[in-house]
């Protein structure tokens, strides 16, 4: 089992409507959770982060946690093209540990 | 304020050849850690410095892998001998010390190819 779980993908949606990524994890002392967007070719850039359980929200984006499920996803609303990238999930296990990814999925949205 | 910088974005070696990449953290940036992706794979750690200090080196694949961080600024990492299977992209990423939150800002990494 992979320590951090994530869909390969492509997840493909239309322009405006819902992208929902998810990702599940296997270390229960986990304590942060990231999500980065990567485009090809460029660096992992962070778009949110997210420590309790419940839903974080930031524009049209929006973290949601379940530590007892082992569970975090992610919500892009209004969906545009330019999303069109990778998303890591990225998990850690305490104030400036190392990240542990998942192989990212590839979010795809359509005009 | 200037990102992490990364040095060469691209290196091509024949196996058996000694290369060496380099990371510039965010100034001020006491936390430096390298990732390496392999094709196909997730990002996997590599090792973490606080300031000019191992802090966890436990992702090291194996003593042909040396990291250096001088002064506590720039990092550098060096392979000797290269092997085929080093290909793959190797990121820089650094974050702020005694911080309540610990967001890793990456560099746009090294993509090093073994022939």
């Known amino acids: 089992q992979k320590e951090v779980e994530q869909n390969s993908g492509p997840l493909s949606v239309p322009e405006g409507a819902i992208a929902s990524l998810n990702c599940t994890y296997s270390d229960r002392v986990s304590q942060s959770f990231f999500w980065y967007r990567q485009y090809s070719g460029k660096s992992p850039e962070l778009i949110m982060s997210?420590?309790?359980?419940g839903d974080k929200e930031d524009g049209r984006f929006t973290a949601q946690l379940n530590k007892a499920s082992q569970y975090v996803s992610l919500l892009i609303r209004d969906s545009q093209p330019s999303d069109s990238a990778t998303y890591l999930c990225a998990v850690g296990t305490g104030t400036a540990s190392k990240l542990t990814f998942g192989t990212g999925t590839r979010l795809q949205v359509t005009l | 304020e200037a990102g992490v910088t990364q040095f060469p974005s691209h290196s091509v070696i024949e196996k058996g050849q000694t290369v060496t990449l380099r990371c510039d953290p965010i100034?001020?940036?006491?936390?430096l850690y390298w990732y390496r992706r392999v094709m196909g794979k997730e990002i996997k750690f590599l090792l973490h410095f606080v300031k000019e200090s191992k802090q966890d080196e436990s992702g090291m694949p194996n003593n042909r892998f040396l990291a250096e961080r001088t002064g506590g600024t720039y990092s550098t990492l060096k392979v000797q001998p290269a092997e085929l299977e080093d290909s793959g992209v190797y990121f820089c990423?650094?974050?702020?010390?005694?911080?309540?939150?610990?967001?890793?800002?990456f560099g746009p990494g090294t993509r090093l190819t073994v022939l």
């Open positions: 990423a650094s974050s702020a010390l005694g911080t309540s939150t610990d967001t890793q800002y």
């Open positions: 997210i420590y309790s359980n």
């Open positions: 100034s001020g940036h006491d936390n």
